[in-house]
């Protein structure tokens, strides 16, 4: 089975861009979340699908950051305009719709540099 | 709101030493208690959780974790380390009624031969 993939692996943009990020849940999980850590920081939540309803946003930074999941398979996250304080790495992970402590499983990440 | 602090951002031990990565969490009710690895290139794998069941929980690769509620603690501990268990650790915690994800800051573990 494959594992929770993201695209790109790296992006390098500047100031002012626009960046579009791409993860692809495990096959039938219906959640799927967002993460950042920021160079030095620890990883911070952004936000939560259920299938393609946004169940809880409030991890997101500010209006620069959007988020959708059309269809409640793969979501994407785009930042526009881009600033210097996004770079970082931006994580995928999803589970199952399942009880209370559910493992969330994680992709390998997108590592962002805003110059 | 709750936060989750690991004393050490390295650590560094010997081949066949104990690993002790120390994680505390702030929280009056005792929340879902996690320790995922990142490998280098790689995501976040799950070492172990701790879900309201035994205090003592077994993960992977040989690591376990108490949960000690006087102490607001979750400490990750492997009794020997190997060269493979040099990564990052965090520890991270969830709320009852949220899904969303608490981490620590990290800690890299070095294994020296």
């Known amino acids: 089975e494959a594992g929770v993939t993201q695209f790109p692996s790296h992006s390098v943009i500047e100031k002012g861009q626009t960046v579009t990020l791409r993860c692809d849940p495990i096959s039938g999980h219906d959640n799927l979340y967002w993460y950042r850590r920021v160079m030095g920081k620890e990883i911070k939540f952004l936000l939560h699908?259920?299938?393609?309803?946004?169940?809880?946003e409030s991890g997101m930074p500010n209006n620069r950051f959007l988020a959708e999941r059309t269809g409640g398979t793969y979501s994407t996250l785009k930042v526009q305009p881009a600033e210097l304080e996004d770079s970082g790495v931006y994580f995928c992970?999803?589970?199952?719709?399942?009880?209370?402590?559910?493992?969330?499983?994680f992709g390998p990440g997108t590592r962002l540099l805003v110059l | 709101a709750q936060s989750v602090t690991q004393l050490g951002s390295h650590v560094s031990v010997s081949e066949g030493a104990l690993v002790l990565l120390r994680c505390n969490y702030s929280?009056?009710?005792?929340?879902?208690l996690f320790w995922y690895v990142q490998y280098p290139n790689q995501g976040l794998q799950l070492l172990l959780k701790?879900?309201?069941?035994?205090?003592l929980v077994k993960g992977i690769n040989g690591f376990e974790a108490e949960f000690k509620k006087s102490e607001t603690s979750f400490h990750l501990t492997k009794p020997s380390a190997h060269m493979s268990d040099a990564a990052e650790y965090f520890c991270a915690v969830s709320e009852k009624g949220r899904r969303a994800l608490t981490f620590g800051s990290g800690t890299r573990l070095q294994v020296q031969p």
């Open positions: 701790y879900t309201s069941a035994a205090t």
């Open positions: 929280s009056s009710v005792p929340p879902y």
């Open positions: 699908f259920v299938k393609e309803s946004k169940q809880d």
């Open positions: 992970a999803s589970s199952q719709l399942a009880g209370v402590g559910e493992t969330q499983y």
